[in-house]
């Protein structure tokens, strides 16, 4: 009888301690609700490197966080949706928009913005849109969200004018109203290609997204022959499932971001090229 009871008391210990060693709920990256790790997705340059710099800051508030890289727009959203991702940092506020209109198990919010990179002009033959020739061919991403960024761009510089009335978010080149140059738009190629293609003196002009720029080994403000204004609306967002904005662990991310030292580091570390935010 003795024997039993023993080997009972052994069994429910077993049992007491498995249950203890669950007690943190799964959410998100697999770690538990009280959990301080996070995991986030980003883009090589300058997202991920931007929180690698916040790391000891974070773990200074009780927080640690792991960083994924992906090279493209498509997997880091897919990853934050399916729950492998805490939280994702690469896209801007009318990507996101437009990624859930084409999505529907997506559901995200901005938990808070973080930089701004200019979009580029980049050229192997000329030094200025001035000097590009009729018929010019300029080679854009396949991605409609930044269509309408390019195109006030060119707008902004005299080489196009669009229709009256079009908001510039949703400009498409079919809202060209006037091309004197009678551009010719490549709309067709992977964002992560355009530094290559470019490089390999394909079209007359590039037009390029920073962080892609940037990982290539280009200068945005010496290789670029227009650049986007530095209040440019499109503002690199962390980005969270619905209801995650208030998780603790996050908010403490977000606040890292905006401290002093992270600003000081982007402003520092990409020479104007990158443009820290603090909302």
Avoid: W
């Avoid at 640690?64 to 729950?83: H, M, R, S, W």
């Avoid at 854009?140 to 707008?155: A, C, I, T």
């Amino acid at each position: 009888m003795k024997k039993f009871l023993s080997l009972f008391a052994i069994l429910t210990l077993a049992v007491l301690a498995a249950c203890g060693n669950n007690g943190g709920n799964s959410e998100g990256s697999g770690e538990g609700e009280d959990s301080k790790k996070i995991v986030v997705g980003a883009s090589n340059i300058p997202h991920a490197e931007i929180l690698e710099e916040a790391k000891p800051l974070l773990e200074e508030k009780g927080v640690e966080l792991e960083v994924k890289t992906f090279q493209d727009y498509i997997l880091p959203n897919k990853t934050l949706a399916n729950g492998e991702l805490d939280a994702n940092y690469f896209q801007t506020i009318p990507y996101m928009e437009l990624q859930m209109e084409e999505n529907d198990n997506y559901d995200f919010v901005n938990a808070g913005g973080i930089h701004i990179e200019p979009i580029g002009v980049y050229s192997q033959d000329y030094k200025s849109l001035d000097e590009l020739p009729d018929g010019a061919q300029i080679i854009m991403s396949n991605s409609v969200s930044d269509h309408g960024r390019m195109l006030s761009l060119l707008e902004a510089q005299g080489l196009i004018t669009l229709k009256e009335g079009v908001k510039a978010s949703d400009a498409t080149v079919e809202d060209i109203a006037e091309n004197p140059k009678n551009i010719d738009f490549k709309t067709d190629v992977e964002a992560s290609l355009l530094p290559q293609i470019y490089q390999q003196g394909e079209g007359d002009a590039v037009m390029i997204n920073t962080n892609y720029a940037i990982d290539a080994g280009l200068n945005p403000q010496e290789d670029a022959i227009a650049l986007e204004d530095s209040d440019s609306p499109y503002v690199n967002v962390i980005t969270v499932n619905k209801g995650d904005e208030d998780n603790e662990a996050i908010q403490a991310l977000v606040e890292v971001l905006h401290s002093d030292e992270i600003q000081s580091f982007i402003e520092e570390e990409y020479d104007g090229a990158v443009v820290p935010v603090d909302e």
